[in-house]
Nanobody
Framework: QVQLVESGGGLVQAGDSLRLSCAASGRAFSSYAMGWFRQASGKEREFVAT????????SYADSLKGRFTISRDNAKNTVYLQMNSLKAEDTAVYYCAAGRSSSTGQRAYDYWGQGTQVTVSS
């Protein structure tokens, strides 16, 4: 069992940067792939980024490449999402998730956090 708690969301202006954190409790965090997803109001939840257990392999939604960076610190049981040059369309609730393999699909993830709101004003 893994419990996930996101933090770092908030209200920022377009062009600003924000770093989200996802702290995991429970055993064997370092054995899990981690993912970030987001859900804007009235839209389906979508893939943002994923990172494998070691942190050496990452993958991003095509539209976010170059602006968002996923990383992890297994010693701290934490995964991060660095978001730069934020745009109004990045406004959403951001969720982290843990699963047995890196995937862009939500079904690959067994555990989910409650989400953190990111609002970007234009």
């Amino acid at each position: 069992q893994v419990q996930l708690v996101e933090s770092g969301g908030g209200l920022v202006q377009a062009g600003d940067s924000l770093r989200l954190s996802c702290a995991a409790s429970g055993r064997a965090f370092s054995s899990y792939a981690m993912g970030w997803f987001r859900q804007a109001s009235g839209k389906e939840r979508e893939f943002v980024a994923t990172i494998n257990w070691s942190g050496r392999i990452t993958s991003y939604a095509d539209s976010l490449k170059g602006r968002f960076t996923i990383s992890r610190d297994n010693a701290k049981n934490t995964v991060y999402l660095q978001m730069n040059s934020l745009k109004a369309e990045d406004t959403a609730v951001y969720y982290c998730a843990a699963g047995r393999s890196s995937s862009t699909g939500q079904r690959a993830y067994d555990y989910w956090g409650q989400g953190t709101q990111v609002t970007v004003s234009s």
